[in-house]
């Protein structure tokens, strides 16, 4: 076994072991190991994008026929305006229904960006399919964003 010396602060020579020295150098390096690291996963940023956010979209006015055969799919057709501009876009549906009734909320999406086509975004006749339909009058209930219901029916024969 090898001996060095160091000086300590008195200036006097204190021995230490190449042991206890490679010790002391593992522990070094793995503490710089880790302060690179963290340095370089601090500077690693989630690049953010436009802010999306979503909402309810007004539907003024739905057309259905006045009855179906209880064959037939019916089809739900719905008029509004989606928003001003092309940030505004249609989402999805999110629709309940049982054997008589069918609650539907149309969503939209509105995506923040800093530049927008100057276009009205609308539902334009959108189709909703509903099938199967039962022999009844069957209720469609669609849900405004002020919490409003428009609602319509169809006689399934």
């Given at each position: 076994m090898s001996r060095s010396y160091i000086w300590g602060l008195d200036e006097s020579p204190v021995i230490i072991s190449d042991h206890t020295i490679m010790v002391m150098m593992k522990r070094n390096f793995i503490f710089l190991l880790l302060a690179v690291v963290l340095t370089a996963l601090s500077g690693c940023s989630k690049t953010t994008g436009p802010e999306v956010s979503?909402?309810?979209v007004k539907v003024d006015s739905i057309t259905v026929p006045d009855s179906i055969s209880r064959s037939d799919t019916l089809?739900?057709?719905l008029y509004g305006t989606i928003g001003n501009n092309g940030n505004y876009s249609f989402d999805r549906y999110e629709a309940t229904r049982d054997s008589y009734k069918l609650n539907l909320t149309v969503w939209g999406k509105h995506v923040d960006n800093d530049v927008a086509t100057m276009v009205m975004v609308l539902?334009?006749?959108a189709e909703?399919?509903?099938y199967p339909v039962y022999p009844n009058k069957f209720k469609?209930?669609?849900r405004q964003p002020d919490s409003s219901i428009l609602s319509d029916s169809?006689?399934?024969q």
């Open positions: 979503y909402f309810v089809k739900i057709r539902l334009d006749g909703y399919p509903v469609i209930f669609i169809v006689m399934v």
